[in-house]
């Protein structure tokens, strides 16, 4: 029964011993071999040279890392290789589908790989400078002991904990993008004042909201989803006190139908990969950005998803966010 189920399934399943022996294959007949396939046969005689540097390389990494993911190219084909230890059996688990097979949007696997890329860079770059700073810190306050005096401590503690408040922050943006990714983001809709949350995201920033300034037309009011609402600004405002240099000006009004919230500085100019206007793409098409951190791409998906969007503009030597969502006076 289940060797009947194994041979159901679309993807070609393989188990090879550490001697690459095949233990069982599921298809004994694929495209992906050059032969008649059976129990016993040698995995890399029964393969093209090519298909078999991938098996080999997929095989090798999985020993090392305990998973591991490659992919194979033909003229007429691409195929994912994918290779996981088998805990119970002293062999490997290869599975080997097309491109087709591999993602339902069509996207190949070599797309997969660099979004994949992108993901884990966009993760790193909003993670490398708290987690520097932090350690730097506490390597200073370990090492300086009771000979640093009591204003270096305060600093020095104070640095940690607005670089923790940050790291927090990423790892809230690291669960929404698994959201989004996943297509399992929920928003609620309800009526909130936008003036007294971007408030509290500022004063969450404490000492560091000093030199922010927050200039709001009064009575403006937002349609959306706040507890998100707020990781948008909260982003915005980190991005830029990360980037900045002098005062950060975040102005709130109301144009239309629109709750408007601008956060201007004079920071680095973004990427122009990200700046381009934004297209909806298909469910599970690699979006994310390689050049900016996730906080800002995770904002950006946000803001649409409520109705909204979240531009970017750098105009003499200042950098210029602008947050639309839709206002509660529609």
């Excluded at 860079?121 to 909003?126: G, K, M």
């Excluded at 000979?147 to 790291?167: G, I, K, P, Q």
């Excluded at 994310?288 to 998906?301: A, F, N, Q």
């Amino acid at each position: 029964m289940f060797d009947e189920i194994l041979a159901s399934v679309p993807q070609t399943i393989i188990e090879v011993d550490t001697d690459l022996i095949i233990k069982f294959v599921n298809r004994p007949v694929a495209s992906f071999f050059t032969r008649q396939v059976a129990i016993g046969d040698q995995l890399l005689d029964v393969v093209s040279t090519t298909a078999a540097d991938a098996l080999v390389d997929a095989i090798d990494n999985a020993q090392r890392i305990g998973r591991s993911l490659s992919e194979y190219r033909t003229t007429s084909a691409v195929y994912g290789v994918s290779a996981k230890p088998l805990e119970s059996a002293d062999g490997t688990l290869v599975i080997v589908e097309s491109a087709s097979q591999f993602d339902g949007s069509g996207a190949t696997v070599r797309e997969l790989l660099r979004d994949h890329k992108r993901f884990l860079s966009a993760v790193r770059y909003d993670l490398a400078n708290p987690l520097s700073a932090v350690t730097g810190c506490a390597s200073v306050l370990l090492e300086g002991g009771r000979s640093l005096n009591e204003e270096t401590r305060s600093t020095l503690l104070r640095h940690m904990s607005d670089e923790a408040y940050d790291l927090n922050a990423t790892l809230d943006d690291l669960r929404t993008a698994i959201t989004i990714e996943l297509g399992q983001l929920e928003l609620a809709s309800v009526l909130f004042d936008a003036a007294g949350t971007v408030t509290q995201v500022v004063e969450g920033l404490a000492p560091r909201s000093a030199v922010i300034e927050v200039e709001a037309d009064p009575g403006v009011t937002v349609l959306g989803d706040p507890v998100h609402y707020r990781q948008i600004v909260r982003s915005l405002l980190i991005n830029s006190l990360s980037h900045a240099s002098g005062r950060i000006r975040v102005s709130i009004a109301e144009e239309d139908d629109l709750s408007v919230v601008s956060v201007r500085d004079k920071g680095e100019l973004v990427s122009a990969e990200w700046s381009r206007p934004r297209e909806r793409k298909p469910a599970n098409y690699p979006t994310t950005p390689r050049k900016v951190g996730l906080g800002l791409w995770v904002s950006r998906e946000l803001a649409a998803a409520m109705g909204g969007d979240l531009k970017f503009d750098h105009m003499d030597s200042e950098t210029k966010f602008r947050l639309t969502v839709p206002s509660g006076r529609q």
